[in-house]
């Protein structure tokens, strides 16, 4: 990519990677290709989504038993980031430690 000074840079993450029976399966306008359904699925997923000129992939987890896709598929792509942690409690002590020692902000 080449870069301009002074210029906004914009990234992307494009689709998101979805489960079948989480909300946002549902979104009007949502693309069947998002959900993934496993782990090929899913590296197949970002492999396509790279391929189309994201920038980085989005995963759409759900709370656990929610929708989201099943853990292999979600342990496939990997995280870097976790954003939108739960709203309804403080995150436990253990889970941000856990975030920390797998290299994940």
């Known amino acids: 990519m080449r870069r301009v000074p002074h210029l906004t ?14 909300p946002h399966a549902h979104v009007l306008g949502m693309y ?3 959900v ?3 782990p090929r699925p899913a590296g197949e997923f ?7 000129g994201a920038d980085c ?3 759409v987890a759900e709370a656990p038993g929610e929708g989201g ?3 292999e598929a979600l342990d496939a792509p ?4 976790v954003t939108h942690v739960p709203l309804d409690r403080p995150l436990h002590a253990a889970e941000a430690a856990r975030t920390a020692a797998q ?3």
């Open 9 to 22: 840079d914009i990234r992307s993450a494009g689709t998101p990677a979805i489960g079948d029976g989480g």
């Open 32 to 34: 069947k290709d998002a």
């Open 36 to 38: 993934v359904r496993g």
């Open 46 to 52: 970002v492999t396509a989504q790279v391929s189309a």
């Open 57 to 59: 992939t989005k995963i």
């Open 69 to 71: 896709p099943d853990r």
């Open 78 to 81: 990997g995280a870097d980031i």
């Open 103 to 105: 290299g994940q902000v």
